[in-house]
């Protein structure tokens, strides 16, 4: 039986980026929505209070009017009641029409219209009575049937301000109602945006910033030397592409590193090539040199002489071993191993090798105590020494003194050596330079103008530092500082 399995979708940055866009926007396209409606119809609605507000008073006014006319029996009272209570109609069918679809259910305006009405049509049969003389008069009927009709006229003016008071109430009321939900949707408003600019900001962290502080840490690492690949990123989009190119692009310098050492390395060979032919010359001449003398005296009896010569020859043998070992040590191309090394023995291999190079009028110093050990890798931290140690010479072209020298720093858990000169020194603006790649001040022929860039990534990788100190005319010091 197969099981099939759906792949998890993935977006890249580009459609994150998107989707969490077009879903800030919707929620902040909803908030305004709501906002925009609330306040729209808060809006309205104090129109509405506004009008209904106007209609209660122009009522008042009407029934204030109807209220004098009996008290004073006055014609002019009663004309403007009359005249009011149009006006309330007025007002009520410019409501009626313009806020149709805010105003509470439509029968109950149809009844305040009709009450409206039905009060003017009272105040005008009154007005009708009035100027027939009915009021007032002697006719006991026609006395009862005014009366009744004053006081349908005061019962509906007292329903019709009862029902306007009621609903202008109502009003507020519903006002209140949505002041309080504008508040509600204000706080949800807040609160949404307060969310959703944390997962914006957690949106941020984890797929722009994390990725992006992990490949900035890488570069820094590979500035300072360090070809580690970075940890893998697993987001699914372009960062996650952009840490395997930076990942394969850590390879391969580090593999270009390796080459170009490793050709810095052959390139100083041949710089030593004549230095060593001269040194294992030297012990080649002594060898047949006490061959020859024992061949001559083979039948001479005295055998403590020949033993003698072939002592002698077995120890030139055993110099000569331990300069082609050096120098196969030196030129063996090796993986960056950091191991605790006898300094001063590493110093020794590295003068073996390169003391064919030193002219006889340049005194060597070697400064180094018998049993001080460092952490560093051996073949390495040689390379190093031995371009701090050809600078030097040929810095002293006339002469000079070359003193190298190593101690520990306890106070700061430092292994420190030095590589100092009395030469011609480096003049003050080549100092910031000297270990820029391919900056050399010899003639194009005696250097590339790699070894102090070489030599410097090679410290760093150690972790540690390279310092250089120098007064034209007084000569160079070369500081080297290794964590212990």
């Known amino acids: 039986m197969i099981n099939d399995t759906i792949a998890p979708m993935k977006f890249n940055l580009r459609q994150k980026i998107f989707l969490h866009f077009f ?20 809006n309205q609605k104090l129109n509405i209070i506004e009008k209904k507000k106007e ?3 122009t009522v008042l006014e009407a029934r204030r009017y109807e209220k004098n006319f009996f008290l004073r029996n006055s014609k002019n009272d009663l004309q403007l009641a009359i005249s009011y209570i149009e006006k309330t109609a007025e007002k009520q069918s410019f409501i009626e029409n313009n806020f149709s679809e805010l105003l509470e259910d439509k029968a109950s305006v149809r009844k305040r219209t009709e009450t409206i009405r039905n009060y ?3 105040l005008e049969k009154l007005y009708d009575a009035y100027s027939r003389g009915e009021i007032n008069g002697e006719d006991s009927l026609q006395s009862a049937e005014i009366n009744s009709l004053q006081e349908a006229v005061t019962e509906i003016g007292r329903i019709l301000t009862t029902d306007i008071e009621e609903v202008e109430k109502r009003e507020r009321e519903r006002i209140l109602n949505l002041l309080q939900r504008s508040r ?3 706080v949800a408003s ?6 959703l600019s944390i997962l914006t900001a957690f949106f941020l962290a984890k797929n722009v910033n994390r990725p992006l502080k992990s490949i900035e840490k890488s570069i820094q690492r590979i500035v300072s030397g360090d070809f580690n690949t970075i940890p893998k990123i697993q987001t699914g989009d372009e960062f996650e592409s952009l840490a395997d190119s930076v ?13 170009l050492v490793q050709a810095e390395k052959m390139s100083s060979l041949g710089t030593l090539t004549s230095g060593v032919a001269h040194e294992l010359n030297n012990p080649l001449n002594n060898i047949s040199t006490s061959i020859q003398i024992i061949r001559e005296e ?8 020949k033993r003698t010569l072939l002592l002698e020859a077995e ?3 055993d110099r000569a071993r331990d300069i082609i070992r050096a120098l196969l040590e030196f030129s063996r191309q090796s993986e960056f191993q950091v191991e605790a090394v006898i300094f001063k023995n590493l110093v020794q291999s590295t003068m073996h090798l390169i003391s064919g190079e030193i002219p006889s009028d340049i005194q060597v110093a070697i400064d180094v105590p018998e049993t001080l050990t460092g952490k560093m890798d051996p073949r390495r931290i040689q390379q190093v020494l031995l371009n701090l140690i050809i600078n030097a010479v040929y810095a002293m072209e006339g002469g000079g003194r070359l003193t190298i020298s190593a101690f520990k720093d306890t106070q700061e858990a430092l292994f420190v050596f030095k590589v100092a000169d009395t030469g011609e020194g480096i003049p003050k603006e080549n100092l910031a330079r000297i270990f820029d790649p391919f900056f050399t001040t010899r003639e194009v022929s005696k250097g590339s103008g790699l070894g102090l860039s070489i030599s410097h990534g090679i410290i760093e990788q150690h972790r540690g530092t390279i310092q250089v100190e120098s007064i034209p005319g007084q000569g160079t010091v070369f500081t080297v500082s290794l964590p212990d």
């Open 55 to 57: 209609l209660l008073d």
């Open 190 to 195: 807040l609160l949404s945006l307060f969310i």
């Open 247 to 259: 990942n394969d692009m850590i390879a391969e310098l580090g593999r270009r590193k390796d080459q």
């Open 298 to 305: 083979l039948d001479d009896p005295d055998t403590e002489f």
């Open 23 to 42: 879903i800030f926007m919707s929620v902040n396209c909803a908030i305004w929505f709501f906002s925009y409606f609330s306040n729209s119809t808060i």
């Open 184 to 186: 509600i949707y204000l």
């Open 315 to 317: 120890e030139q043998i």
């Open 120 to 122: 003017k049509n009272h």
